[in-house]
């Protein structure tokens, strides 16, 4: 009340006078003052929320849990299957995991083997010919521990065990489609056919990573 | 509210007993004659700079959607000219506004001509020629990399004598000598910005040299950002709003001459602004290996600044009242209000900005680029501009050419600055949520990088536009500042003003004390009620050395608080057992990506939220950085964030491949060609004056420092890596071992990989010993 009264007065010269410039003496707006009392409340509420109590985890926590959620929720039903041609073929053969891999595929690997696999410093992944792979096996391990002495490098620092072999599938997918090579590489030489599906697989491949959603 | 009425502002008694005093210390007439020269000098230089720092903007603008526009040459390519752009802009442009409107303003609100007419030169002079090695030095590659403070050791210490010494100098001399009794408030705001701005430059500054135009920050990693952000911020606080709030102080009543709306607030948002301010500079780090007490303390002061900062604006726009009519007339009021306006919108927008959930969005995209570019182009450009329209008549001693084209200035110049930041608020958000965003399957929906850039073009285009319409204005300003010039008097007209010289007032003379008004029976009441009436500030007002000393006080806490522990605090920086200093080539590689100003695209610091630790690898942690001097982290990814580049990609062949031509790797990449390094030699006998200056400040370099052996190591690692580029098919080690690129390369190959090393090649093994 106080306050509307005394801004309905005139406001109030100082006898200050700086070449010709002059100065009211006006209160200062309260809701001024209220916002700004707002906000020191606020920090030292934020301070007793998100430092003095355990109530919120810091943010190193929350990206640890959520990582070890991931590996539970998305892995959760291929982390424990031996690594092997079964497992490749499973996961070659669902179109979920399959997914997967390419995002990952085109974050960690495309720099180098292209966005469609067809190569260019890294080989062409599209024909048969194979620099460092032999077998099926050999593309998760080439992945995981790298080959040539770093020019492929090693993702198992990178990327976690399930995330190598559901890339790896991809990869090994890719086999067949025979994009023309943007460099051929003399090393690469041709190997045997990837081993045949086996008969039942697909049961295994429905809920694969649908439940990452 | 009733109750503080009196601040200042005299009782009847008082009154009468303040007029007796003014009249017993009434000291012989004397005359003076104001220096307009010097000022006529600072504001043609500030439109100068002006045009040249939006040129460049311009310039580079262009360059993100067209990279070809760094014609290939090593000096307009976008990491050099960036820093230009940015120094330009701050320290010639806003620089020569500030000292023209500290120089016009001073002499008239102290009655007295400046200090030294000597200084007063020498501080103009010696502050162009800092402009002018700033423009030859950047696009050569000088640089210290630390954002805005860029400059190498030589001419950091030019612009310490400069500021400190000439305009120090004059303008406290000004302010001894002054035949003002009390100082008014935009004097408070030249004293904090002279005074915080030499702690600032000379604390971030220091460091070692290791050559005439090279040197190291004694600082490394964490500590580095905590002070480079101190810094950093601070620029903008002192550099960018102080000396503009004084201006705006000066000049904003003298144009609608309007007594200024409350003292009393003058009084309360200096004192928390410049109090607040500088513990600010941490929420530059949110999210990063800074220990988060410190990122707290850095976000809840940019909180509470918030209505510190909007003080300004109220005491702007309320100065106002009664004068709207005039607004709508005169281009130099248009150019305030817009002015100050942005001014309450940018310090809205930052305290929101620092806000650590926001800031996870907005950190490292066009967001905060949009947030300065408000500030920049709205606050200091327009508040400069309408400052330079109203000095015209008055420094020329003749009417403004063209009031027309002020006109035209203001309203291209408004719609440039709109269509700047809101183009690239679309583009920051865009791109913040496009690098969180995941698909239905719980992946990065976005993985490839370049996708997220090339969504931005159009914004882009939008944007430059806006620069090129806001640098029109800019030479509409410059045309009319010259025929303005032109039409001046044969000779200038200097009248001689009169006042009583200042004595020195007895204590008795002085202001009476303050009795407490209240009828408490608590000393503690009396005090309080005392304080609230404020006397205290208005002798304070008179006594300029004191003033300054309560400002470097003010001003020093929050810089002491939060950087001795991170100094001195062991667990703040916890100590990673794997972690080694650079090789020498690694070193070299580094100096060159410091060089080519590669921290203006590229960060070098996973921040600990889930999509980046995805997109990048492992969050980057404080014990990584223990080498680095100085900190890489950057604050904008034009490009993806280096930070695991060694882990992430080591193919040297492919790096050799993409520094040669980046579209031929990458056909939407935007990163300009840095194709010169593919044939400038490395300065293999230099690298050991580097290493030793690296092992003064504490870098374990082991044998290396000793001489001939940096060299040795480092032509070894050339050596390698030349053999892998050969072997995996690209040009032959004689063709490359001892050109740049491979140092860069052998850098990137390093690059967070500490954390994950395996038992190093034979080579790194010798050069990692220690």
Redesign the interface.
């Known amino acids: 009340m106080?306050?509307r009264k005394?801004s309905a007065k005139k406001?109030?010269?100082?006898?200050?006078m700086?070449?010709?410039?002059?100065?009211?003496?006006?209160?200062?707006?309260?809701w001024?003052?209220l916002?700004?009392f707002g906000?020191?409340v606020?920090?030292a509420l934020?301070?007793l929320v998100?430092?003095l109590s355990p109530m919120v985890p810091?943010?190193?926590q929350?990206?640890a849990t959520?990582?070890r959620k991931?590996m539970q929720?998305?892995f959760g039903e291929i982390a424990k299957l031996p690594m092997g041609d079964e497992k490749m073929l499973l996961l070659m053969g669902s179109e979920?995991w399959l997914?997967?891999g390419r995002?990952?595929f085109?974050?960690?690997c495309?720099?180098?083997h292209g966005?469609e696999g067809a190569g260019?410093?890294?080989p062409n992944l599209t024909d048969d010919k194979y620099k460092n792979v032999r077998k099926l096996e050999d593309i998760y391990t080439v992945v995981r521990d790298g080959a040539?002495?770093?020019?492929?490098?090693a993702q198992k620092?990178?990327l976690n065990d399930s995330q190598i072999a559901v890339v790896a599938a991809y990869v090994a997918s890719l086999r067949g489609q025979n994009k023309p090579s943007v460099?051929e590489?003399p090393e690469e030489v041709p190997i045997d056919p990837w081993p045949a599906k086996p008969a039942a697989a697909p049961a295994e491949s429905q809920g694969a990573?649908?439940s990452?959603? | 509210m009733s109750k503080g009425a009196a601040w200042g502002g005299l009782t009847g008694a008082e009154r009468s007993a303040h007029a007796g005093e003014t009249a017993g210390q009434t000291g012989p007439l004397e005359e003076f004659v104001y220096d307009d020269k010097i000022v006529r000098m600072f504001a043609f230089a500030t439109v100068l700079w002006a045009v040249v720092a939006f040129l460049v903007g311009v310039l580079i603008a262009l360059q993100l959607t067209f990279p070809a526009l760094n014609l290939g040459l090593p000096y307009t390519s976008f990491g050099r000219l960036r820093p230009l752009h940015t120094n330009a802009a701050i320290f010639a442009f806003a620089g020569n506004a500030i000292f023209a409107a500290v120089y016009y303003s001073t002499q008239r609100l102290c009655k007295t001509r400046m200090f030294s007419d000597t200084l007063s030169k020498l501080h103009f002079w010696g502050w162009q020629f800092i402009i002018v090695c700033a423009a030859l030095t950047l696009p050569s590659g000088f640089t210290q990399a630390k954002e805005y403070a860029e400059l190498e050791w030589p001419i950091d210490i030019l612009i310490a004598v400069v500021w400190v010494g000439f305009f120090g100098v004059n303008f406290f001399g000004t302010l001894v000598r002054r035949r003002e009794r009390h100082m008014y408030v935009a004097l408070w705001f030249y004293i904090a910005t002279i005074v915080t701005v030499a702690m600032l430059h000379v604390f971030n500054s220091l460091a070692i040299p290791a050559g005439l135009l090279k040197s190291y920050s004694v600082y490394a990693g964490v500590q580095d950002a905590l002070i480079q952000w101190w810094y950093g911020h601070n620029a903008v606080a002192f550099f960018l709003t102080t000396p503009f709030l004084g201006l705006m102080y000066y000049f904003l009543p003298k144009a609608a001459e309007r007594p200024v709306f409350s003292y009393r607030l003058s009084i309360i948002h200096f004192w928390s602004l410049v109090f607040i301010y500088i513990w600010a500079g941490p929420h530059h780090l949110h999210y990063t290996a800074l220990p988060s007490w410190a990122s707290t303390l850095g976000m809840l002061f940019s909180v509470m600044l918030w209505m510190p900062s909007w003080g300004g604006m109220i005491n702007g726009l309320l100065t106002l009242r009664g004068a709207w009519h005039k607004v709508t007339q005169e281009p130099v009021l248009k150019f305030f209000v817009v002015g100050v306006t942005f001014y309450g919108m940018s310090t809205f927008e930052g305290p929101m900005l620092s806000v650590k959930l926001v800031n996870s969005l907005s950190h490292y995209t066009d967001w905060t680029i949009a947030h300065v570019h408000a500030g920049a182009l709205g606050w200091n450009g327009f508040m400069a501009f309408g400052m330079i329209y109203w000095l015209l008549p008055r420094l020329f001693q003749t009417e403004l050419w063209s009031k027309k084209l002020a006109n035209a200035h203001f309203w291209i110049g408004t719609i440039g600055i709109l269509m700047y930041i809101l183009s690239i608020y679309a583009a920051g958000i865009t791109q913040g949520l496009m690098w969180r965003a995941f698909d239905a399957q719980g992946n990065l929906a976005f993985p490839d990088f370049v996708e997220t850039v090339t969504q931005l073009m159009p914004f882009y285009l939008i944007r430059a536009t806006g620069g090129l319409l806001f640098l029109t204005g800019g030479l509409l300003c410059m045309l009319n500042f010259v025929m303005t010039w032109k039409n001046r008097p044969a000779r200038y007209e200097e009248p001689v003003h009169a006042a009583p010289a200042l004595r020195p007032i007895p204590a008795v003379a002085g202001l009476a004390d303050t009795e407490s008004r209240l009828h408490a029976n608590t000393n503690l009441g009396h005090t309080g009620d005392k304080f609230l009436q404020g006397t205290w500030h208005r002798r304070l007002e008179g006594k300029p050395i004191k003033f300054m000393i309560w400002v470097l006080i003010a001003v020093a806490i929050g810089g002491l608080v939060e950087a001795i522990p991170m100094f001195l605090v062991r667990s703040n920086v916890p100590t990673i057992e794997s972690v080694t200093p650079y090789t020498p080539l690694e070193l070299a590689g580094r100096d060159i990506y410091i060089s080519e100003g590669c921290y203006n695209c590229h960060s070098q610091m996973i921040r600990p939220i889930f999509a980046e630790v995805k997109r990048y690898g492992d969050y980057s942690k404080p014990g990584e950085f223990v080498y680095d001097h100085p900190f890489q982290w950057g604050s904008r990814r034009i490009g993806p964030d280096l930070a695991r580049e060694g882990v992430i990609n080591p193919n040297s062949l492919w790096h050799y491949n993409h520094f040669r031509d980046p579209r031929a790797v990458n056909p939407n990449s935007i990163m300009p060609s840095f194709a010169w390094l593919l044939h400038d030699k490395i300065d293999f006998a230099q690298i050991q004056t580097r290493v030793r200056a690296m092992a003064m400040l504490g870098v374990p370099y082991g044998e290396a420092v000793e001489e001939g052996v940096a060299q040795a190591m480092a032509e070894i690692q050339a050596g390698d890596i030349a053999l892998e580029i050969e072997q995996a098919g690209g040009p032959s080690v004689a063709e490359t071992r001892d050109k740049k690129v491979i140092a860069l390369i052998a850098y990137m190959k390093r690059l967070g990989t500490d954390l994950t090393k395996t038992p190093a090649a034979p080579a790194e093994a010798t050069a990692n010993a220690e």
Not at chain 1, 11 to 16: M, R, S
Not at chain 1, 18 to 30: Q, V
Not at chain 1, 148 to 153: H, I, L, S
Request: aromatic residues 10%.
């Open positions: 106080a306050e005394e406001d109030v010269l100082t006898d200050h700086y070449d010709g410039i002059m100065e009211y003496d006006n209160p200062t707006p309260g001024w003052h916002i700004w906000t020191i606020f920090s934020y301070i998100y430092h810091s943010h190193q929350t990206v959520a990582m991931e929720e998305k979920d997914k997967m995002t990952i085109q974050n960690k495309v720099i180098c966005p260019f410093v890294g040539g002495n770093g020019q492929m490098p620092t990178v460099k590489l990573g649908g990452g959603a």
